[in-house]
């Protein structure tokens, strides 16, 4: 059976995601996690996408970004590629790294465009790693809110854009961590059934 194609229009907006194989860990250290970040850095500046959040877990990562060009696919070939063939020659191992193609969800809703980065900023907590999404380092959250420094490659203005003007990004913050916060029971609950770390 032929895969689906998958949507890309120049401008299109993607929340993306992409899993070991058979749930096998994609990162061991806070190391491996810094390199598929820094990749990350990499393929969202050369390519001009525009990332609004960011999760690397124990076994996947997520991604919510903007492609002014529809070159998702070749990206997201490269970042994982790249990571893999890393991955590999540090642990010794041969074969996929990654399992099935990278996940891809179109946002063309407003509701899934205030939804996605919220859902991926609570990944951990879902997963039961942390109590808290400030708790977590390896996500757009703490940037977000004004915890951390912004990588050079999350586009905060453009992720907050829904919670306030330019002029304000503290109200922006505010409103951004109180969306989020609205959600954190439900997600501390899921945490006691989640698999994936």
Known sequence: MARRLRRQYPGARH???????NSCAIV?????????VSLMDTIVVERA?????FCVMTTHYHMVVETPDPDLDRGIHFLNGAYAQYFNRRYG??????????FSRVIE???????????VDLNPVRAGVC????EWRWSSYRALVGLAPAPRWL?????LAVFGSDRDIEVARRRYAAFVADALPAARLAARTDWSR
């Open 15 to 21: 929340h993306i995601g992409t899993q070991g194989t």
């Open 28 to 36: 061991h250290d806070d190391s491996d996690r810094f390199v598929l």
């Open 49 to 53: 996408w525009i990332c609004t959040a």
């Open 93 to 102: 191992r041969n074969g996929h790294l990654f399992g099935d193609r990278y």
């Open 109 to 119: 809703r407003d509701e899934h465009a205030l939804e996605a980065p919220r859902y």
């Open 131 to 134: 109590a808290s999404p400030e």
């Open 155 to 159: 586009c905060v203005k453009a992720a």
